[in-house]
């Protein structure tokens, strides 16, 4: 359908009306961030999955310009520009529309969503648990009745991973490929394999650089073959990467009981509020202890709130989807007779304003709601 | 009875060993009209007409319904359609035009052998660079399919339409998808195939409609083609 008729359009503003009404009503300052974006920092921050379907052009001074696929960054962008102080604390909602390319389940190329995004919140517990609730609120004004609620905490994941023993680099390494399930288990079976890694084509020459100069090394493997320097990477850049494969192989391997933590602590799922005993079975240490009294008081202040954590569940691999976030992450699904569909997202993301640009760390926690997809499961 | 359209490719390597083989299976093709006519007849089973198009297109016409069958490169088919596809089907491997659609990269990155490896990679040539790390090919779907199973994300694709291979040299790119027969072209322009770079094993393929599945005369060509590869 080319358009909405006005009954349709009244329809979904009378829907919106209701959602925003909640956020503002809660002190969220209602702004309008630009929907025309500068491409790249959508681009750069997530890769070739979003970019695949983004509206994407170039403006007469040849700069790259995409229509807004999300509304989290443009909002990230207008604090940006509007504050001061970026860590001083601002509350902010929205309503409007993002563009995306319709992906293989034919959503819609441009959809309406509503949200909300709470910077430098003092007490990040209380904030993730109020973002939870006005999330809620407002689908529920809307007219939702029948939902689920599911969330993840990547702040238990990182804790483990902390204090898991094992060099520096691999835990980054192991960071990187949280969102990736298949990518993640088969690096951790390589760090356990130690020595007895898989072998691959350039095996022979990390061999050599065990016992010598990784970048002379280099230079004398260039020059022999007449390779010529094509791709943008230094010689420097090759040398210390064949340095670390090689050091990889001097390391302790990870021990296998680790690697079976790690994965048994992602292989948690349960309905939230009982779940600290799977939590208690997991042999986590000091940062891991730190992050369970987290989870118990974000439950804490949901209940504080008037929310039921027995009718919600946890999923220790929920977020893996979700790259930029960093610690709780909700998802909220509303049951329809073909099955649950998601209608609401959050969570926290600490790190996408420093990213952005901001001299000083600024705690984020937000929501989005895909206002159309609410809509249809309603009508 | 209506008619069913075959689309075999129009012209080069492709157009004539379709035609070998449908010769084997016991049909001749009849063009119509003038000498370099796009339509045609099957000889040998009625109500099939053959449709010549570019190997390229023969993909997009089964996704739109303009066809019902035709004969096409594996990679030109599963990077058009996605392989859960609700509507077209690969039928049969037909063997000819045998050639790998792989992911390769300067020789003189001497520290990368897997998929792996370009992602670590991407995220040091980031924070270094203050940019992606771009591929050029024609074959953007097979590219992402592919880079997102084996759990590499940082990176863009460059549009490249012709002699990707010197894309690297030319500082377009830094990493190329291509097709392949004999590996000579990259091994002459310093590029190495990563071990676990082959992103596809394609030859010719009988692809088509589900919808045209149980017409007997696609029944028929099917179980020809099938029997005589």
Redesign the interface.
Same mark, same amino acid.
């Given at each position: 359908m080319a358009g909405k008729s006005r009954a349709e359009r009244e329809a979904l503003e009378h829907q919106n009306t209701a959602l925003m009404a909640v956020f503002e009503r809660a002190g969220f300052d209602h702004i309008a961030p630009d929907i025309i974006q500068p491409a790249d920092i959508f681009l750069e921050r997530s890769g070739e999955d979003i970019r695949a379907r983004t509206f994407v052009f170039t403006d007469p001074s040849g700069a790259e310009m995409c229509l807004r696929p999300d509304l989290t960054v443009p909002a990230c962008r207008y604090h940006l520009s509007h504050a001061n102080d970026p860590a001083t604390e601002r509350r902010y909602c929205y309503l409007g529309p993002a563009f995306r390319f319709p992906d293989e389940l034919l959503s819609p190329q441009e959809f309406t969503q509503a949200g909300l995004e709470w910077f430098g919140a003092a007490k990040p517990r209380a904030a993730e648990a109020r973002v939870l609730k006005l999330t809620i609120s407002a689908l529920e004004a809307a007219g939702l009745s029948r939902y689920r609620v599911t969330f993840g905490d990547l702040g238990l994941f990182s804790a483990l991973l902390e204090d898991t023993d094992m060099p520096q680099r691999w835990r980054q390494r192991l960071r990187h490929h949280f969102w990736r399930p298949a990518a993640f288990r088969d690096l951790l079976d390589s760090f356990c394999a130690g020595r007895g890694a898989r072998r691959t084509s350039i095996s022979p020459l990390v061999d050599r650089v065990a016992e010598g100069d990784a970048l002379a090394l280099v230079e004398a493997e260039i020059a022999g073959r007449h390779l010529p320097l094509v791709g943008g990477r230094e010689l420097a850049e090759i040398a210390a990467r064949l340095s670390n494969k090689a050091a990889d192989r001097q390391e302790t391997p990870l021990a296998r009981a680790k690697a079976d933590t790690l994965n048994a602590y992602l292989a948690i799922a349960g309905e939230a509020s009982g779940i600290d005993t799977a939590f208690a079975a997991i042999e986590g240490g000091a940062r891991y202890e730190v992050a369970r009294a987290d989870y118990a008081q974000r439950l804490f202040e949901m209940e504080e709130l008037g929310l039921n954590p027995r009718r919600f569940h946890f999923a220790a691999g929920f977020g893996r989807e979700l790259e930029y976030y960093t610690g709780f992450t909700f998802q909220i699904e509303a049951d329809t007779p073909h099955g649950p569909v998601a209608v609401a997202g959050g969570g926290r993301y600490d790190n996408l304003l420093s990213d952005m640009g901001s001299p000083v760390p600024v705690p984020a926690v937000g929501c989005a709601i895909h206002t159309d997809r609410l809509q249809a499961v309603l009508a | 009875m209506t008619t069913i359209t075959l689309a075999i490719p129009s012209k080069g390597r492709l157009m004539e060993a379709t035609a070998e083989l449908l010769a084997k299976a016991g049909f001749t093709i009849d063009r119509l009209g003038a000498e370099r006519g796009y339509r045609g007849l099957l000889k040998g089973l009625d109500g099939v007409e053959i449709a010549f198009l570019s190997a390229s297109e023969i993909a997009q016409n089964l996704r739109d319904g303009k066809v019902d069958l035709g004969v096409t490169g594996q990679d030109l088919l599963n990077e058009k359609i996605?392989p859960?596809d609700p509507h077209v089907e690969l039928l049969v491997r037909l063997g000819f035009g045998p050639a790998d659609v792989v992911v390769a990269?300067?020789?003189?990155?001497?520290?990368?052998?897997?998929m @792996?490896d370009l992602?670590?990679?991407a995220?040091?040539? =980031?924070e270094?660079?203050g940019?992606?790390l771009r591929v050029a090919t024609k074959y953007?779907n097979l590219t992402?399919r592919f880079?997102?199973e084996?759990?590499v994300?940082? =990176?863009?694709?460059v549009e490249s339409l012709g002699a990707t291979e010197g894309a690297? @040299?030319a500082?377009i790119a830094?990493?190329i998808v291509d097709i392949t027969t004999t590996g000579s072209t990259l091994a002459a322009n310093?590029l190495?195939i990563l071990?676990d770079g082959v992103i596809l094993k394609s030859c010719a393929v009988l692809a088509g409609r589900r919808a045209a599945l149980a017409d007997p005369r696609v029944v028929r060509l099917r179980e020809l083609l099938s029997g005589i590869t």
């Open positions: - | 996605p859960d990269v300067p020789e003189c990155w001497l520290d990368v052998a897997t @792996a992602d670590e990679i995220e040091s040539f =980031y270094r660079h940019r992606r953007h992402r880079f997102a084996k759990g994300t940082g =990176y863009r694709i690297p @040299a500082g830094e990493i310093h190495k071990d």
